[in-house]
């Protein structure tokens, strides 16, 4: 068994791959080494079989996320890394992240710079969500959305049935270690810029931004988030009580379904900690 699998996801990533691939050969040649093609229509699958790596054949794309899931369960290694094929992962940054893994942490995650950002807007968004993450579990989360690296193959494994198939997987699993109390760590990586097109479209990444700060709150504690909106609601229904009170002398329907909103979402908020320890009992049992 090799001590690390490094698992790249592709789509239509050819012109990187051709320059990515020979480096870890070179460099890496004792770990195990799996590029998950997934749907490329270019020439990535004639590229791999030239290369006689292993590979695992998408027929379309099931996006980034299932391309993970995919690699994660067909490798044979003790710890997985995880790497873009679009060219910004360094091969150079590999050895620190993984000797920086073998202190003892049970993921290792490679934390970008102001400059290793795409553009202003994934910053902005980047940065905010590493200030939400952070607030929510307690510890300072450097670099939440990062994809590259490297995590404990069987503690990973046993939250893939919560990653999605999309692009927010990093999201997912560094919240899902948080929560079972599995140890994080940062370590400084080098990014550069893409080589090709990007896959990611603003439109849905601004969608994806608002799903991504409601995943955060409801993985790792539903409380966190229901609880203040439970109060909101209960404050604006007081208010509003008081007001027509005084204006008008009555008790207002506006008043009766901001204060009964209140109370429904602090149960559902309290019913989803609920099933959250549980479905996480479930995970440590197995």
Do not use: C
Not at 85 to 94: F, S
Not at 162 to 169: D, H, K, V
Not at 223 to 243: A, R
């Amino acid at each position: 068994m090799s001590s690390v699998a490094i698992i790249i996801p592709a789509k239509n990533e050819f012109d990187s791959l051709k320059k990515l691939i020979p480096k870890l050969i070179s460099s890496f040649n004792e770990y195990e080494i799996i590029v998950v093609n997934d749907g490329s229509t270019d020439k990535t699958s004639e590229l791999l079989r030239e290369l006689d790596i292993k590979s695992i054949e998408h027929k379309y794309s099931k996006g980034n996320g299932a391309a993970i899931k995919a690699g994660a369960r067909a490798a044979n290694a003790e710890a997985l890394l995880f790497m873009d094929a679009d060219g910004q992962h360094q091969v150079n940054d590999i050895k620190g992240l993984v000797e920086e893994f073998k202190q003892g942490y049970d993921m290792v995650v490679g934390q970008r710079n102001r400059t290793g950002q795409a553009s202003f807007f994934r910053y902005f968004a980047n940065s905010f969500y590493n200030w939400l993450s952070s607030k929510v579990v307690g510890h300072d989360v450097k670099d939440l959305t990062s994809g590259f690296r490297v995590v404990d193959a069987k503690k990973f494994k046993r939250f893939l049935y919560l990653l999605p198939n999309g692009f927010s997987y990093p999201t997912t699993i560094t919240m899902a270690f948080f929560r079972s109390g599995y140890s994080v760590n940062y370590y400084p990586i080098t990014v550069k810029d893409r080589i090709g097109k990007s896959h990611i479209n603003l439109i849905k990444d601004g969608f994806r931004f608002i799903i991504i700060i409601f995943k955060i709150g409801t993985l790792y504690s539903p409380l966190k988030l229901f609880t203040p909106i439970s109060v909101t609601l209960f404050l604006l229904g007081i208010v509003n009580y008081i007001y027509t009170l005084l204006d008008s002398g009555r008790f207002t329907n506006m008043s009766a379904t901001l204060l009964v909103s209140s109370i429904i979402v602090f149960l559902i908020g309290l019913v989803s900690e609920q099933i959250n320890s549980i479905q996480f009992e479930n995970k440590e049992e197995d």
